[in-house]
T-cell receptor, first 112, second 114 residues
Framework: GEDVEQSLFLSVREGDSSVINCTYT??????LYWYKQEPGAGLQLLTY?????DMKQDQRLTVLLNKKDKHLSLRIADTQTGDSAIYFC????????????FGAGTRLFVKA | DSGVTQTPKHLITATGQRVTLRCSPR?????VYWYQQSLDQGLQFLIQ???????AKGNILERFSAQQFPDLHSELNLSSLELGDSALYFC?????????????FGEGSRLTVL
Protein backbone atom coordinates (compact mmCIF):
# COMPACT_ATOMS: atom_id res chain seq x y z
CA GLY A 1 0.00 0.00 0.00
CA GLU A 2 0.95 3.62 -0.17
CA ASP A 3 0.73 5.77 2.88
CA VAL A 4 2.68 8.65 4.35
CA GLU A 5 2.10 9.50 7.98
CA GLN A 6 3.01 12.58 9.97
CA SER A 7 2.00 14.07 13.27
CA LEU A 8 -0.47 16.91 12.79
CA PHE A 9 0.85 19.65 15.07
CA LEU A 10 4.12 20.92 16.48
CA SER A 11 4.64 23.97 18.64
CA VAL A 12 8.09 25.42 19.38
CA ARG A 13 9.56 28.62 20.74
CA GLU A 14 11.36 31.03 18.46
CA GLY A 15 15.06 30.17 18.35
CA ASP A 16 14.55 26.51 19.24
CA SER A 17 14.96 23.63 16.80
CA SER A 18 11.92 22.01 15.24
CA VAL A 19 11.85 18.35 14.26
CA ILE A 20 9.07 17.08 12.04
CA ASN A 21 8.82 13.33 11.56
CA CYS A 22 7.34 11.22 8.80
CA THR A 23 6.98 7.54 7.99
CA TYR A 24 6.37 6.24 4.49
CA THR A 25 5.60 2.86 3.00
CA UNK A 26 6.95 2.65 -0.54
CA UNK A 27 10.50 1.36 -0.23
CA UNK A 28 11.10 1.91 -3.95
CA UNK A 29 10.82 5.70 -3.65
CA UNK A 30 13.88 7.22 -5.29
CA UNK A 31 13.37 10.63 -3.77
CA LEU A 32 11.62 11.82 -0.65
CA TYR A 33 10.45 15.38 -0.35
CA TRP A 34 9.52 18.07 2.11
CA TYR A 35 7.08 20.72 0.93
CA LYS A 36 5.98 23.86 2.78
CA GLN A 37 2.55 25.47 2.58
CA GLU A 38 2.14 29.00 3.88
CA PRO A 39 -1.34 30.37 4.66
CA GLY A 40 -3.42 30.94 1.55
CA ALA A 41 -0.79 29.54 -0.78
CA GLY A 42 0.02 26.37 -2.65
CA LEU A 43 2.77 23.99 -1.64
CA GLN A 44 6.39 24.77 -2.43
CA LEU A 45 9.27 22.34 -2.46
CA LEU A 46 11.48 22.97 0.55
CA THR A 47 14.06 20.25 0.16
CA TYR A 48 14.45 16.65 -0.94
CA UNK A 49 16.73 13.71 -0.32
CA UNK A 50 17.84 10.96 -2.63
CA UNK A 51 17.07 7.52 -1.27
CA UNK A 52 20.73 6.44 -1.14
CA UNK A 53 21.57 9.28 1.24
CA ASP A 54 21.26 9.26 5.02
CA MET A 55 21.42 12.98 5.56
CA LYS A 56 21.20 16.23 3.67
CA GLN A 57 21.91 19.67 5.06
CA ASP A 58 20.76 22.89 3.48
CA GLN A 59 21.39 25.99 5.60
CA ARG A 60 19.00 25.73 8.58
CA LEU A 61 17.41 22.55 7.25
CA THR A 62 18.62 19.02 7.96
CA VAL A 63 16.90 15.99 6.47
CA LEU A 64 17.56 12.56 7.96
CA LEU A 65 16.53 9.36 6.23
CA ASN A 66 16.36 5.93 7.82
CA LYS A 67 15.53 3.58 4.97
CA LYS A 68 15.37 0.51 7.16
CA ASP A 69 12.60 2.02 9.28
CA LYS A 70 11.16 4.09 6.38
CA HIS A 71 11.46 7.18 8.55
CA LEU A 72 12.17 10.69 7.34
CA SER A 73 12.68 13.77 9.47
CA LEU A 74 13.10 17.47 8.88
CA ARG A 75 14.99 19.56 11.40
CA ILE A 76 14.76 23.34 11.28
CA ALA A 77 17.45 25.03 13.31
CA ASP A 78 16.87 28.42 14.97
CA THR A 79 13.15 28.34 14.11
CA GLN A 80 11.68 31.73 13.27
CA THR A 81 8.10 32.97 13.30
CA GLY A 82 8.28 33.03 9.51
CA ASP A 83 8.69 29.26 9.59
CA SER A 84 5.11 28.88 10.82
CA ALA A 85 3.43 26.87 8.07
CA ILE A 86 2.26 23.36 7.21
CA TYR A 87 5.05 20.96 6.27
CA PHE A 88 4.29 17.99 4.05
CA CYS A 89 6.36 14.88 3.66
CA UNK A 90 6.01 13.20 0.24
CA UNK A 91 7.15 10.12 -1.61
CA UNK A 92 6.79 8.99 -5.18
CA UNK A 93 4.80 5.79 -5.45
CA UNK A 94 4.68 3.68 -8.58
CA UNK A 95 1.60 1.73 -7.57
CA UNK A 96 -0.93 2.26 -10.35
CA UNK A 97 1.29 4.76 -12.10
CA UNK A 98 3.92 7.17 -10.78
CA UNK A 99 2.43 9.70 -8.44
CA UNK A 100 3.53 11.84 -5.53
CA UNK A 101 1.82 10.86 -2.29
CA PHE A 102 1.70 13.42 0.49
CA GLY A 103 1.29 13.05 4.20
CA ALA A 104 -1.49 14.95 5.96
CA GLY A 105 0.92 17.76 6.83
CA THR A 106 2.36 18.94 10.14
CA ARG A 107 1.24 22.39 11.23
CA LEU A 108 4.18 24.16 12.86
CA PHE A 109 3.41 26.94 15.33
CA VAL A 110 6.31 29.15 16.34
CA LYS A 111 5.80 31.15 19.52
CA ALA A 112 7.65 34.43 19.86
CA ASP B 1 4.84 32.79 -8.23
CA SER B 2 5.05 29.12 -9.25
CA GLY B 3 3.96 29.74 -12.82
CA VAL B 4 0.92 27.48 -12.41
CA THR B 5 -2.39 29.30 -12.82
CA GLN B 6 -5.69 28.05 -11.46
CA THR B 7 -9.13 29.52 -11.99
CA PRO B 8 -11.43 30.29 -10.37
CA LYS B 9 -9.80 31.06 -7.01
CA HIS B 10 -13.10 30.75 -5.17
CA LEU B 11 -16.34 29.08 -6.13
CA ILE B 12 -19.58 28.72 -4.20
CA THR B 13 -22.27 26.45 -5.54
CA ALA B 14 -25.16 24.25 -4.44
CA THR B 15 -25.47 20.51 -3.97
CA GLY B 16 -26.22 18.65 -7.17
CA GLN B 17 -24.48 21.20 -9.38
CA ARG B 18 -21.50 20.75 -11.69
CA VAL B 19 -18.35 22.87 -11.80
CA THR B 20 -15.19 22.99 -13.86
CA LEU B 21 -11.82 23.96 -12.45
CA ARG B 22 -9.11 25.05 -14.82
CA CYS B 23 -5.34 24.80 -14.63
CA SER B 24 -2.57 26.18 -16.82
CA PRO B 25 0.76 24.49 -16.07
CA ARG B 26 4.16 26.17 -16.11
CA UNK B 27 5.42 26.84 -19.57
CA UNK B 28 6.97 23.67 -20.95
CA UNK B 29 5.69 21.31 -18.24
CA UNK B 30 3.96 18.28 -19.72
CA UNK B 31 2.72 16.72 -16.47
CA VAL B 32 -0.33 17.99 -14.62
CA TYR B 33 -1.54 16.67 -11.29
CA TRP B 34 -4.76 17.33 -9.38
CA TYR B 35 -5.00 17.14 -5.59
CA GLN B 36 -7.82 17.71 -3.14
CA GLN B 37 -7.05 19.25 0.23
CA SER B 38 -9.60 19.03 3.00
CA LEU B 39 -9.29 19.36 6.75
CA ASP B 40 -10.12 15.74 7.52
CA GLN B 41 -8.44 14.03 4.55
CA GLY B 42 -5.24 15.99 4.13
CA LEU B 43 -3.84 16.27 0.61
CA GLN B 44 -5.31 13.54 -1.58
CA PHE B 45 -3.96 12.70 -5.02
CA LEU B 46 -6.73 12.61 -7.62
CA ILE B 47 -5.23 12.14 -11.07
CA GLN B 48 -2.18 12.79 -13.24
CA UNK B 49 -1.87 13.57 -16.94
CA UNK B 50 1.25 13.57 -19.06
CA UNK B 51 1.14 15.21 -22.48
CA UNK B 52 -2.58 14.66 -22.82
CA UNK B 53 -2.72 11.11 -21.53
CA UNK B 54 -3.90 9.88 -18.15
CA UNK B 55 -0.91 8.37 -16.34
CA ALA B 56 -1.97 7.72 -12.77
CA LYS B 57 -5.19 7.69 -10.85
CA GLY B 58 -5.74 8.11 -7.15
CA ASN B 59 -8.81 8.43 -4.99
CA ILE B 60 -10.88 10.18 -7.61
CA LEU B 61 -14.64 9.72 -7.38
CA GLU B 62 -16.62 8.58 -10.41
CA ARG B 63 -18.50 11.91 -10.26
CA PHE B 64 -15.19 13.65 -10.99
CA SER B 65 -13.39 13.63 -14.31
CA ALA B 66 -10.43 15.42 -15.79
CA GLN B 67 -8.66 15.93 -19.06
CA GLN B 68 -5.57 17.57 -20.44
CA PHE B 69 -5.89 19.42 -23.72
CA PRO B 70 -3.40 19.72 -26.62
CA ASP B 71 -2.25 23.10 -25.31
CA LEU B 72 -1.48 21.25 -22.02
CA HIS B 73 -3.99 23.07 -19.87
CA SER B 74 -6.16 20.80 -17.77
CA GLU B 75 -9.70 20.85 -16.45
CA LEU B 76 -11.18 19.03 -13.49
CA ASN B 77 -14.93 18.50 -13.72
CA LEU B 78 -16.89 17.86 -10.53
CA SER B 79 -20.53 16.84 -10.92
CA SER B 80 -23.49 15.98 -8.68
CA LEU B 81 -21.74 17.96 -6.00
CA GLU B 82 -22.14 17.02 -2.36
CA LEU B 83 -21.39 18.97 0.80
CA GLY B 84 -18.34 16.77 1.37
CA ASP B 85 -16.80 17.93 -1.90
CA SER B 86 -16.08 21.31 -0.32
CA ALA B 87 -12.30 21.55 -0.34
CA LEU B 88 -9.29 23.27 -1.82
CA TYR B 89 -8.38 21.77 -5.18
CA PHE B 90 -4.77 22.12 -6.25
CA CYS B 91 -3.23 21.69 -9.62
CA UNK B 92 0.50 21.04 -9.90
CA UNK B 93 2.80 20.67 -12.86
CA UNK B 94 6.18 19.07 -13.33
CA UNK B 95 8.87 19.05 -15.97
CA UNK B 96 10.27 15.74 -14.75
CA UNK B 97 8.21 13.51 -16.99
CA UNK B 98 5.55 11.03 -15.93
CA UNK B 99 7.72 9.49 -13.21
CA UNK B 100 7.41 12.41 -10.86
CA UNK B 101 9.88 14.94 -9.54
CA UNK B 102 9.47 18.40 -8.13
CA UNK B 103 5.90 19.61 -8.31
CA UNK B 104 4.99 23.26 -8.79
CA PHE B 105 1.63 24.07 -7.27
CA GLY B 106 -0.94 26.66 -8.16
CA GLU B 107 -2.67 28.66 -5.45
CA GLY B 108 -5.69 26.40 -5.53
CA SER B 109 -9.40 26.71 -6.21
CA ARG B 110 -11.51 26.82 -3.08
CA LEU B 111 -14.85 25.12 -3.65
CA THR B 112 -17.70 25.60 -1.22
CA VAL B 113 -20.79 23.47 -1.71
CA LEU B 114 -23.88 24.72 0.17
Amino acid sequence: GEDVEQSLFLSVREGDSSVINCTYTDSSSTYLYWYKQEPGAGLQLLTYIFSNMDMKQDQRLTVLLNKKDKHLSLRIADTQTGDSAIYFCAEISDTGGFKTIFGAGTRLFVKA
Amino acid sequence: DSGVTQTPKHLITATGQRVTLRCSPRSGDLSVYWYQQSLDQGLQFLIQYYNGEERAKGNILERFSAQQFPDLHSELNLSSLELGDSALYFCASSSSGPRGGELFFGEGSRLTVL
